[in-house]
């Protein structure tokens, strides 16, 4: 069986930062839509109409209010945020490892 290279830590912080990117894209959107639902006016004894009547009612209203990027609204603060996070974690699981295993095929135990 052959060694196996190491995976150099650049790669690692660029994977990191990458994923934490695509993590964000991904549950951004729902997050929009949690916001929206809990921030919206409570409905009175008076009065019962609320703004959304569900999450599939947000999500539908924004889309056709705002379009698409309606949902990804407030994004850059949590992308400067999460993706170097993610980067510095990945690079860190990374550089650990490596200073563990004499030999990159070793497998790590839990000691």
Not at 2 to 21: L, Q, T
Not at 41 to 60: E, H, M, N, Q, W
Not at 79 to 100: N, R
């Amino acid at each position: 069986m052959g060694e196996k290279p190491r995976v150099s830590p650049f790669k690692n912080f660029v994977a990191g930062g990458v994923g934490g990117a695509c993590l964000l894209l991904a549950g951004h959107p729902l997050d929009t839509i949690k916001v929206r639902l809990q921030t919206q006016p409570k409905a009175s004894s008076l009065s019962s109409y609320v703004i959304y009547t569900g999450t599939f009612d947000c999500f539908r209203k924004t889309i056709s209010k705002e379009g698409i990027l309606g949902l990804y609204k407030g994004m850059g603060a949590p992308l400067v945020s999460v993706a170097p996070m993610m980067a510095i974690s990945f690079f860190g699981f990374g550089l650990g490892k490596q200073l563990q295993q004499t030999d990159p095929s070793q497998e790590l135990t839990l000691v």
